[in-house]
């Protein structure tokens, strides 16, 4: 299922740049994931890259977009394939197997 933010965000900007399908955006009062783009880091990650690096862990399900993990890598597959078609520059990120939140670690 799709995961959502909840009032408890301090706006620290660190999800935003891990999410691989470019889901979470800010919102008027805090950052928001959009459901039509979330996979839970299915196709991309082990886990949820927005939560692994959240401080204050305030990124649960959405009870609201509730997806089996088949349902979740099918999107996976139709975003991939709708970047793909936008882009004919390489996809080297997609397919990038090192985490973000390593990436921000090492930084
Ligand atoms: S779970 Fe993954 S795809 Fe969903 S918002 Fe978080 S980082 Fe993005
Ligand atoms: S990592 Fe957590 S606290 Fe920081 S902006 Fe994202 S949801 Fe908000």
Do not use: R, W
């Amino acid at each position: 299922m799709s995961l959502m933010i909840t009032s408890e965000c301090i706006n620290c900007d660190v999800c935003e740049p891990v999410c691989p399908n470019k889901a979470i955006t800010q919102g008027v009062e805090i950052y928001e994931i959009n459901p039509n783009l979330c996979t839970e880091c299915v196709g991309h990650f082990d886990e949820p890259q927005c939560v692994a690096i959240c401080p204050v862990d305030c990124i649960p399900n959405d009870p609201a977009h509730v997806e089996t993990n088949e349902m979740l890598l099918e999107k996976y597959q139709k975003l991939t394939a709708l970047s793909a078609s936008n882009s004919s520059a390489s996809n080297s990120s997609l397919l990038n197997s090192v985490s973000p939140v390593e990436k921000v670690a090492e930084e």
